[in-house]
């Protein structure tokens, strides 16, 4: 099982950065493909970025093309999310998760960390 606890939500101004950490616990941190996703209050949990198990590959959501960048360090059991750019539309709950490989879908995460907010001010 990989245990997984995300950090670095805060407030921020409207085209400011934010950098989240996810921190994995277990020995096979670099089996998994890792993904974040978000939530708003009255919307679907989304699909934000995701990144293969040795981390040549990423995939972005829409959203997130040219402001966020997802990254790994397998020797830190770390994924990151830098995120540029911020508009009021990102703020939402933010939630690293991880799957069998490079994944874009909820349903094909297996493990969950609690999520840490990011709110961004206009």
């Known amino acids: 099982q990989v245990q997984l606890v995300e950090s670095g939500g805060g407030l921020v101004q409207a085209g400011g950065s934010l950098k989240l950490s996810c921190a994995a616990s277990?020995?096979?941190?670099?089996?998994?493909?890792m993904g974040w996703f978000r939530h708003t209050p009255g919307k679907e949990r989304e699909f934000v970025a995701a990144?293969?198990?040795?981390?040549?590959?990423?995939y972005y959501a829409d959203s997130a093309k040219g402001r966020f960048t997802i990254s790994r360090d397998n020797a830190k059991k770390t994924v990151y999310l830098q995120m540029n750019s911020l508009k009021p539309e990102d703020t939402a709950l933010y939630y690293c998760?991880?799957?069998?490989?490079?994944?874009?879908?909820?349903?094909?995460?297996?493990?969950w960390g609690q999520g840490t907010q990011v709110t961004v001010s206009s």
């Open positions: 998760a991880a799957a069998r490989d490079l994944r874009s879908a909820l349903n094909e995460y297996d493990y």
């Open positions: 990144i293969s198990r040795s981390g040549g590959s990423t």
């Open positions: 277990g020995r096979t941190f670099s089996s998994y493909g």
